[in-house]
């Protein structure tokens, strides 16, 4: 089992940058594969970015793609979310979840394991 703790949340204008953390404790975290998951008022949970095992592989959604940047530190059990030229629309609660999977999925069913959450509001 692992535990998930998010951190950086915060407000900032449109264009700018923010980069979160989640701080992995309990088991191995180079164990888990990570995702980075958001969620908007009366909207689902939407996969934002994943990153597997070792770090070697990152995916992400077409609506971050080329702003945003997943990566991990497994010495430190860290994962992070660096996010650049924000947008009004990237405005949520942002989760990080780990998973024993070994490629990272879009399903947020598929992570067993969730951080609390952090919220990102960006401003116009």
């Known amino acids: 089992q692992v535990q998930l703790v998010e951190s950086g949340g915060g407000l900032v204008q449109a264009g700018g940058s923010l980069r979160l953390s989640c701080a992995a404790s309990?088991?191995?975290?180079?164990?888990?594969?990570m995702g980075w998951f958001r969620q908007a008022p009366d909207k689902g949970r939407e996969f934002v970015a994943g990153?597997?095992?070792?770090?070697?592989?990152?995916y992400y959604a077409d609506s971050v793609k080329g702003r945003f940047t997943i990566s991990r530190d497994n010495a430190k059990n860290a994962g992070y979310l660096q996010m650049n030229s924000l947008k009004p629309e990237d405005t949520a609660v942002y989760y990080c979840a780990a998973d024993r999977g070994v490629i990272p999925t879009t399903n947020p069913n598929t992570y067993d394991y969730w951080g609390q959450g952090t919220q990102i509001t960006v401003s116009s």
């Open positions: 309990g088991r191995t975290f180079s164990s888990y594969r």
């Open positions: 990153i597997n095992r070792s770090g070697g592989n990152t």
